[in-house]
């Protein structure tokens, strides 16, 4: 069993290999005082709260005590706060469209049930729809990518900040003041836009979108557990709008019943839509 001494023995080591300090508004479940750093103010914090402990702050993993399991996390996380992707979901088609479903307004990371439901749907109206086999969704935007245009000679502190925290790991120059950061995992571009955007230093924020893509599925949460799902199956010439185009309206309701609400097929005289 860890005792205190052996514990202080630890931080003053680990307080060595501190790194520079993240912006103060950026914290992380580790960062018990909330300036945006994992350090020994932390351990030293955690210490003062070790035993049984009903709500502390310390018991990072909800266990009614704060105890080593707690101070393995604190440890684990030390240095700057950095925000915490979720692991890649198993269905990359699924997680992209509920990426999108979310919006600039809506949270950066998909709700786990939210994914579920588009990865069932899919396979749903595939089984009830064949010809949608294989027709997968066209991403409109790339998952951990951002542009942005730098203001010319303003101070980048917090813009800096921001990249340490969101975990950028590319920085790559497009001309002029715009830059495509690339980030460490995929959340919901539009909405880390106006984080950005928020910055001083930071004029304009895009996302990385996409040209090109044939097929487009687009859910709507109805309300009730019904989602309604507006597909586009697109092939010939797609570089800039394709020839031919399969509409779906399809309803899926919360027990798993398919509804074709309406079908559509519009193109050029060429378009074979019997294959």
Known sequence: MLNRSCIL????????????????????????????????LDLLELLTQWGPCQG??????????VDVLDL???????????????????????????????GAGGPLLIPDKMYQRVDRDLDLIRAEFPKLVGQTHSMAWAPNQLIVKLVPDAPLDDYQAH???YQMTEEDHLFGDWWVLTFAGNLNVPALGQIYAAIDAVEITDPNYLIGGQNFWAPDDLGGGDWRWDI????????????????????????????????QEVGMPWCDFDR
């Open 9 to 40: 023995a630890m931080a003053a080591a680990a307080a060595l290999t501190t790194a520079t300090p993240a912006a103060a508004s950026f914290t992380c479940d580790a960062d018990l005082n909330g300036d945006g750093l994992v350090d020994v």
């Open 72 to 102: 393995l996390k604190l440890l684990g996380d030390w240095g700057p706060c950095t925000f915490e992707y979720h692991e890649p979901y198993e269905n990359p088609e699924a997680e992209q469209i509920a990426l999108e479903m979310l």
């Open 56 to 65: 502390c702050s310390g018991d990072m993993d909800e266990s009614g005590e």
């Open 163 to 165: 990249n340490v925290y």
């Open 232 to 263: 586009d199956d697109g092939w010939m010439d797609c570089f800039d709008g394709c020839d031919c185009h399969r509409y779906y309206v399809i309803d899926v309701a919360e027990d798993g019943t398919v509804e074709l609400i309406s079908y």
